[in-house]
């Protein structure tokens, strides 16, 4: 399985919850460190870039017999309030990309209004119900931005058009565009850093997020290893 984070140090907390040693792995425009069954890796900060990075990894697989049965989209995240508290996990029922479309008059379009493209993937139900179950993540919609929210007004904006949206972060919808063109199931799972809303980097717990997100993988290893891969995306 192929674990796609935004940055090294985001897959070195998914790498601490396996004992096994590292063997690194170069595909074109990336490095996979495959490690306790997983394969990491750090896709860059964004959808568009980690949408290059994870459709690159898997058609290295692809083509070399070895074709991924799931990727997950991994890391740190703001957390809607109070839904959503600093340190806690969320698992996406609902990857969806909250700024693709066109402002109007009445508001802003997603850009299936407009008549084209998708804004939203959501993952096999049974696997986040099962993720949930282990990990003790809450169930919501997790949304993918290229801009991170840094206001009170922006934060309401955003919940208004998605009330279930429980955190927000900016690869998860490019990973999902990935593994759809490829049909690979898709997972999120998200730790919280930061309440969602003004920019505060005092009030940031990166330590504490990136500890829960290693105490994820963690509980996460054997349910992984052995969920049937045959339930695709919808």
Same mark, same amino acid.
């Given at each position: 399985?192929?674990?796609?984070?935004?940055?090294?140090?985001?897959?070195? +907390?998914?790498?601490?919850?396996?004992?096994?040693?590292?063997?690194?792995?170069?595909? @074109?425009?990336?490095?996979?460190?495959r490690?306790?069954?997983?394969?990491?890796? =750090?896709?860059?900060?964004g @959808? =568009?870039?980690?949408?290059?990075? /994870?459709? =690159?990894?898997?058609?290295?697989?692809?083509?070399?017999?070895? @074709?991924?049965?799931?990727?997950?989209? +991994?890391?740190?995240?703001?957390?809607?309030?109070?839904?959503?508290?600093?340190?806690s996990?969320?698992v996406?029922?609902?990857?969806?990309?909250?700024?693709?479309? +066109?402002?109007?008059?009445?508001?802003?379009?997603?850009?299936?209004?407009?008549?084209?493209? $998708?804004?939203?993937?959501?993952?096999?139900?049974?696997?986040?119900?099962e $993720?949930?179950?282990?990990?003790?993540?809450?169930?919501?919609?997790v949304?993918?931005?290229?801009? /991170?929210?840094?206001? %009170?007004a922006?934060?309401?904006?955003?919940?208004?058009?998605?009330?279930?949206?429980?955190?927000?972060?900016?690869?998860?919808f490019?990973?999902?565009?990935?593994?759809?063109?490829?049909?690979?199931? /898709?997972?999120?799972?998200?730790?919280?850093?930061n309440?969602?809303?003004?920019?505060?980097?005092?009030?940031?717990?990166?330590?504490?997020?990136?500890?829960?997100? %290693?105490?994820?993988?963690?509980?996460?290893?054997?349910?992984?290893?052995?969920?049937?891969?045959?339930?695709?995306?919808?």
């Amino acid at each position: 399985m192929l674990v796609a984070t935004a940055v090294s140090v985001e897959s070195e +907390a998914v790498a601490a919850a396996s004992s096994g040693t590292a063997q690194e792995i170069r595909i @074109p425009g990336a490095t996979l460190h495959r490690t306790g069954g997983l394969d990491l890796l =750090a896709a860059g900060v964004g @959808p =568009a870039r980690a949408a290059s990075s /994870v459709s =690159a990894a898997l058609t290295a697989a692809a083509l070399g017999g070895a @074709p991924y049965a799931l990727v997950v989209c +991994a890391g740190i995240a703001g957390g809607f309030q109070p839904g959503a508290p600093v340190g806690s996990l969320v698992v996406a029922d609902d990857i969806v990309v909250a700024d693709l479309g +066109a402002e109007a008059p009445e508001g802003f379009l997603p850009v299936t209004e407009l008549g084209f493209g $998708t804004v939203s993937h959501r993952p096999p139900e049974s696997l986040v119900r099962e $993720t949930a179950s282990v990990t003790g993540a809450a169930v919501g919609t997790v949304l993918t931005v290229s801009t /991170v929210t840094g206001s %009170t007004a922006r934060a309401a904006e955003l919940r208004a058009r998605h009330p279930r949206a429980l955190a927000e972060a900016m690869e998860g919808f490019g990973v999902a565009e990935a593994a759809a063109a490829h049909g690979v199931p /898709v997972l999120e799972i998200r730790a919280v850093s930061n309440p969602v809303g003004p920019r505060d980097r005092a009030a940031w717990r990166i330590g504490e997020a990136l500890a829960a997100l %290693t105490g994820a993988f963690g509980k996460l290893g054997p349910l992984l290893e052995s969920w049937n891969p045959h339930e695709r995306t919808h």
